[in-house]
């Protein structure tokens, strides 16, 4: 959030109120381009004059809780910085017509700080008027959206199941029926304290008396507090919403960001989730609430709650409840809103997970750069697309070697093929393209689930390509149509795969696993999808939109938005390259694509181990970020966060740690490649990049010297025959683009990338 | 009595050969030759099956890409069993025996050309895709509804295959064990009313 800082405002204050009004209005002062001079404005903004994108910095009047084009629910925190020797009785603050004078608060000298409410849908004006009446001092234009979105998702996903009779508060209390079909709910406070026997939270008897057996706690910041904790739970972007902090009421006040609770560290983590597969059509019945390998991923972990953090998340930041993070991106926007509207502005704001949870911070982080300030991730994917995509890869050849012609290939050189470790490990990779997979019921390889849905999504509503062909489709690709784009003929969502040119096997065939007629079968029969999934002879063309889209949304992870220039500390989580589809390769790849789009990766860590300790891994996490958060002098961020970087690449072994450059091999060619050693995926083993982020490659003529075996001309030949437009040239960056950062789907005009027809 | 278990033997007989090389039930005329699937190719040049007394001689489709090596097929692709084929088909069950010669002029070799059989309306190909031009064997499949030969030119550019079937046999249909022994029952109770009508004369 930019703040105009009041030594800013001397400066410009020297120059007297004319100079102030026109600040507002001109961008600058001493010289303005153009306009009247007076640039005063009042009721209703020109949108045609003034960007809402962003907080203009020398404007005296800053919107503290989001980006003025993106305000939602009618509430904003403003700041308000006054001219040198102005008394803040002088002026009033007046938003979309209603004085808001009372709501503001002089915070430091000059500065004014308050909620605005009552914001009307649409855009409006927030003005510092003089309290003897005038013209305007300062005036910024804002959008409010609706509480309930969307903003720059698209349009709502429809049917949407609410859970708010399911989601369960900490007290075993439901939230009950929704109040409207976008699933809202009256928000309520609930508490539960620690007691002196430690153990799991318990619900405070009462708000007006504390138990006996409360705890004390000391936070990291040094605040001595009574161990209970303030549960709010409410309905944000349809999804709901909770934030947790320590907080005492029998002797605090409600908060609010000029009186935020006295033992909340100003420091703010983000709850994600897990999963991703069924991950759609619905509200969430739970918060992706994850302990894992020593980790806790909780709204109500006692450890960072007695830090003094404070913890907020939303069913829609859960995977397992929504698997489009443009969503995920715009529910956690709108929910940290919501938080600093309520107790203010964090120092900073860090999002840790597991698995879906990993994606889940690290790709709001990319499209929405100013949304989290370091991310600390685990059991990494770049995202669920590079799932899909290597699991449609592999699901095709599980086809080839497991159905249409089984013995043709031994174990050993599906290994090879495939890159994976072994046959099983695969296999579960290869069945994660049931979550491409809309057909219900489709018989395939041991393992494979299609159409995966959460069962609150009644059988009746979803597709069936004869019984239900309007039916919803449970795919990560339906569930993301507002970016791939819809296809005008049957409404289903555009899709991005595509394995035109992917010469599978290439590596297995260079290594003299597979042999040159063995690579021409495989490459020949492989085929690829239709619509459906349904297995098709010829490879698969993406839809050129649609595999834009997705780097540009970022539901293909950039790494050129916002996780260029905050910490991305990978902490490994689960090493298990031998099943469950979590393997080290994903890592990397996130760390390709950040060293590619940046020229390195220095604000990227890796530590690997089984398990990673937890202790050290946050607190180091945590130093790095307030460090360079704490960093006045000059520079770029990105250059804050690699020069106040605490820690290096290494791996675990036991509670030893081995300071090393942390590399993808299976040979153990290094001390932690020796106790990690890591395999790769179909792509990777056709000669394609770690990064996989190529959704179409560029192509080539197919030439002898790519194989480094003999190939007779007769071969040669089959093999252009196979790629008849030719074969990956992997040394060309394809299609590559990456993120947008702050894109829109609509419907915010700002930064607008695509709407559906 | 004795008529009936001549008649039994009869029946029993009809597992017999049949037909042998292409006369009688599998003379030319009872066979169907097609080519389906659209050629899309330069020149086309579709499939034709020729027949002797004793022998069949197929020839694939084939064309000139229609651009650089595209498929010269409408959905055919290099070394699948794509929609371009000529066939040569008979709707009678039995079991058919055969000797086959496989020849590639496909300049990538067989697994342009795939050569099979159908059986009952599935494809089973015979020829290797990764071996030899010149392949031979021989085969014999049951069949309950139909069979048949196919050649397919997968993505049908770079030249074509002839496929000669010879030694060709077909053994009509093998009853089921059920049906002998509704055949055999069928057998006993017309003896058994034939009998009874000898008591009554007599």
Known sequence: MGIFSSRRWSALASLGVACFVAAAVLVGCGGGASGDGTGAMTGAADQSKVSLAENDPANPIQILSSEPSLVSGGNALVQVALPSGTAASAVKIVAAGSDMTSRFQQVSPGTLLGVVQGLPVGTSAIDVVPAAGGANLATVSVRNWPIEGPIISGPHQTPYFCQTQQFLLPDGSTLGPALDANCSVATRITYMYRATTGGALKSLPSPTALPADVAMVTTNAGVTVPFVVRIETGTVNRGIYQNAVLFDPTTEAAPTPLRPPKAWNHRLVAIEGFGCPGGWYTQGAAQGNLAIAGFDFSLLNVDRLAEGNAM???????????????????????????????????????????????????????????????????????????????????????????????????????????????????????????????????????GYASAPFNAIVPVGVRYDPIANPKGIRGTVYDAGKNIYGIDAATGFALRPFDNVGVQYGLDALNAGVIDVNQFILLNSLVGGYDQDANYVLGRTTGDPGAMLRAQQSGLQLGGNGGLASIPVFDVSGIYNDDAGYHYQWFHFAQRDRMTQMNGN??????????????????????????????????????????????????????????AERQTLSSAPNTPCNALFPSWRAPRLAAGGPVAANIPKCDLKPVTASDYAVPVTAQQLNAIRRIFFTGVCDWSKPGNRTGVVPNGSFGPSPENLIFTNP | MRSAAFALLAL????????????????????????????IGGSPTLGSATFSTTQLMMTGSNSISPSGLSPGCSGGFFQTLGPCQLQVTINTPGTYSFSWSYLSSDDAGPGGDPFGVIVDSTRIQLSDPGGADAQSGTASFAASSSFGWFVNCSDCIGGSATVTISQFALAAAIPEPETYALIIAGVMGLAARRAGRRRERA
């Open chain 2, 12 to 39: 029993l007989g009809f597992v017999g050969p049949a037909a042998a090389n292409f006369t009688g039930p599998t003379a030319p005329a009872n066979w169907t030759v097609v080519n389906t699937g659209s050629l």
């Open chain 1, 312 to 446: 907020f998340a939303n069913t829609l930041m859960h995977a397992s409840n929504n698997c489009n993070a443009v969503l995920e991106s715009e529910a956690a926007m709108m929910s940290k809103e919501a938080f600093i509207e309520e107790f203010g502005v964090p120092d900073f704001t860090v999002s840790a997970g597991c698995s879906g949870g990993s994606y889940g911070s690290a790709q709001p982080a990319d499209r929405l750069p100013k949304l989290f300030d370091g991310v600390m991730i685990l059991c990494t994917f770049p995202d669920p697309l590079s799932i899909a995509f290597s699991g449609s890869d592999g699901h095709l050849l599980t086809h080839l070697f497991f159905a249409t012609n089984p013995g043709v290939f031994s174990d050993a050189q599906i290994a090879a093929i495939t890159g994976y470790k072994n046959v099983k490990a695969f296999t579960d990779a290869a069945n994660q393209a049931g979550r491409t997979d809309p057909v219900p019921g489709r018989v395939d390889y041991p």
């Open chain 1, 601 to 658: 990766a220095d604000n990227h860590v890796m530590w690997r181990g089984n398990p990673v300790p937890s202790a050290p891994a946050w607190t180091a996490f945590i130093q790095w970020v307030a460090a360079y958060k704490a960093d006045t002098a000059t520079g770029t961020q990105r250059e804050k966060v690699i020069r106040n970087k605490p820690i290096e690449d290494g791996c675990w072994n036991g509670d030893t740690f081995i």
